[in-house]
């Protein structure tokens, strides 16, 4: 996988939004059909403004914030690119509601809330978090990081 500066934004974004919550419990409402459309279409269906962060041809993302609660949303020009941040970004906990080529991450009760409206799939990320980050060197990548 192709690490960019994008996804290692969002990641960041996801760690921060991980260790800001817990759990909390909810009933669960029946789920819609999982929506699609733009990173603004989808802001505009939970009803937030989002404060882009990124805008990349791979990868957009914005923060946005609602009645629910603070969440990132992303959306990804492929599904092969959205499934690989996917897999990096659960090494930092979290609840990831997935649709096509969307994510929105947050705390247990947003991402449910945001199901509510969105449709898509709840992912929960690891449970424990590795401090020194070393986990994440190395790899199959080849070439070479630019810093």
Known sequence: M???????????????????????????????????????????????????????????????????????????????????????AKDYGGYYLVGRKWVAVGEEKTVTALQGRLGGTMEEGSAHMNPGGSHNSGGHNSGSHNG
């Open 2 to 88: 192709r690490l960019t500066r994008p996804m290692l934004a969002l990641s960041g974004a996801v760690a921060v939004l991980a260790l800001a919550g817990c759990g909390s419990d909810g009933d669960q409402a029946a789920v819609p059909e999982t929506a699609t459309g733009s990173l603004e279409h989808l802001a505009a269906e939970v009803k937030c403004e989002p404060n882009m962060t990124t805008d990349a041809d791979e990868i957009r993302q914005a923060v946005c914030k609602n009645t629910d609660g603070r969440f990132v949303l992303a959306t990804f020009a492929t599904d092969r690119g959205q499934r690989e941040w996917l897999n990096g």
